[in-house]
């Protein structure tokens, strides 16, 4: 089992579909990530919640959106997606500032149709 | 330039060879530095870490670092074909800022 889960580990949806993405990290951390994977591209950081304060990648369309309810919870939030958007989300935590060792989840497979 | 440039490869090397990976980042104010390993269709795993000038040694890997020449490299000695994956370089920056990622150089280990 891995300090940071993240759920679902696939989902197929529609473009006109709301889901929402969850990621729970059981090692204590202070900072979450969400980070974005598509082939052939490097990890794109698409939000950062560190000690409650969200920091966010501007060019981030606003059909996705982010919620920290609590330092060990981070959900995305997704609306009206593009089949563009198909990616691997990755979720991650750090201790003690945004520099340190990052620790990802498993990721989620997102295949919008 | 970009903030943490590799090569993208595939780099391929025999199976137990040396299998170097390279990595040049542009802040020189930069002092924490990860090599992070990613299977296909997997999320990425901590190798190593480094944080001063110098070789790090774990197990059959090494990373260098020279702050000088704002390099860092990871040396995988007696690859093995389990070693082929993608090898990502972050870098952090000043302040508190989150890591910034390479876009990774994919290694075949072939047997």
């Known amino acids: 089992e891995t300090g940071v889960t993240q759920t679902p580990r696939h989902l197929v949806m529609g473009m006109t579909n709301k889901k929402s993405l969850k990621c729970e990290q059981h090692l204590g951390h202070n900072a979450m990530y969400w980070y974005k994977q598509s082939a052939k591209k490097p990890l794109e950081l698409m939000f950062v919640y560190s000690l409650e304060e969200r920091v966010e990648n501007n060019s981030v369309p606003s059909r996705f959106s982010p919620e920290c309810p609590n330092s060990s919870h981070l959900f995305l939030h997704l609306h009206t997606l593009q089949p563009e958007d198909s990616a691997l989300y990755l979720c991650?935590?750090?201790?003690?500032?945004?520099?340190?060792?990052?620790?990802f989840g498993e990721g989620s497979w997102l295949t919008v149709v | 330039q970009k903030e943490v440039e590799q090569n993208s490869g595939p780099l391929s090397v025999p199976e137990g060879a040396i299998a170097s990976l390279n990595c040049t980042y542009s802040d020189r104010g930069s002092q924490s530095f990860f090599w992070y390993r990613q299977y296909s269709g997997k999320s990425p795993e901590l190798i190593m870490s480094?944080?001063?000038?110098g070789d790090k040694e774990d197990g059959r890997f090494t990373a260098q670092l020279n702050k000088a020449s704002q390099y860092v490299s990871l040396l995988i000695r007696d690859s093995q074909p389990s070693d082929s994956a993608t090898y990502l370089c972050?870098?952090?920056?000043?302040?508190?800022?989150?890591?910034?990622f390479g876009k990774g150089t994919r290694l075949s280990v072939i047997a």
């Open positions: 991650a935590s750090s201790q003690s500032g945004l520099g340190n060792t990052i620790y």
């Open positions: 972050a870098v952090n920056r000043e302040g508190n800022t989150p890591l910034v």
């Open positions: 480094i944080y001063s000038n």
